[in-house]
């Protein structure tokens, strides 16, 4: 079966300098999540996505800004790379998120590792 | 989210079934208990779910206690795969991962 697709898997940026993740989520779903663990951390929420539209915030920095596309894929951009953002981003999706359905499971992805010099 | 609470760490021996205890004490009637696991930095993945009633499929079983303050999550039949970061979490829209039980299973 399809999976979550993330790209890329293995990225390494300078301090100061901007990265681009991308999300392919499971065909027909509608919905993607983005998150952030640090090393030896947990995953922590940043934000999510349903129908093009931003549906949840979590604790996502102001440098960095995300978007789902008609396609539904997601991209996470981020700029003003700091020491501290490195860590695994990963991506999830779900389908049919209905206001007030809360019973969905999310897909993870395989994550990007991103290392900021 | 309700705030969870698991051991840190819990082994168990292979072929033996695995009880993985969570209290959520101050769940509310709206969230639903969530299981995901992840094994070293791969994503994390999903086990079970439940929101009053014991659920079971064919990863896990999930027992709620009737207050729902806690729950426990039951690997059958460990195997040396099941060896993971095991994390329980009442939801009701994100998921909030907190620092969850790192289950080693051993021959």
């Known amino acids: 079966a399809a999976g979550v697709i993330q790209s890329p898997r293995h990225l390494i940026k300078e301090k100061r300098e901007t990265a681009t993740l991308k999300c392919y989520p499971i065909?027909?779903?509608?919905?993607v999540y983005w998150y952030q663990q640090g090393p030896g951390q947990d995953p922590q929420f940043l934000i999510s996505?349903?129908?093009?539209?931003?549906?949840d915030k979590g604790s996502i920095p102001d440098r960095f800004s995300a978007q789902q596309f008609s396609d539904y894929h997601s991209e996470l951009n981020m700029s003003s790379l700091e020491l501290g953002d490195s860590a695994l981003y990963f991506c999830?999706?779900?389908?049919?998120?209905?206001?007030?359905?809360?019973?969905?499971?999310?897909?993870f992805g395989p994550g990007t590792r991103l290392t900021v010099l | 989210d309700a705030k969870t609470t698991q051991p840190p760490s819990m082994d168990c021996a292979e072929g033996r079934a695995a009880n993985l205890p969570c209290n959520h004490s101050?769940?509310?009637?709206?969230?639903?208990v969530y299981w995901y696991r992840q094994i070293h930095s791969q994503g994390p993945q999903y086990i079970i779910h439940?929101?009053?009633n014991n659920e079971t499929n064919e990863m896990a079983s999930l027992i709620i206690t009737e207050d729902r303050k806690s729950s426990t999550l039951i690997l059958p039949h460990a195997t040396l795969r099941d060896t993971a970061v095991y994390y329980c979490?009442?939801?009701?829209?994100?998921?909030?991962f907190g620092k969850g039980t790192m289950l080693l299973v051993s021959p």
């Open positions: 999830a999706s779900s389908s049919s998120r209905l206001a007030g359905e809360t019973r969905v499971e999310q897909f």
């Open positions: 065909p027909r779903h509608d919905t």
């Open positions: 996505f349903y129908e093009k539209m931003q549906s």
């Open positions: 101050t769940i509310s009637g709206n969230e639903y």
């Open positions: 439940g929101l009053k």
């Open positions: 979490i009442a939801r009701y829209s994100t998921l909030t």
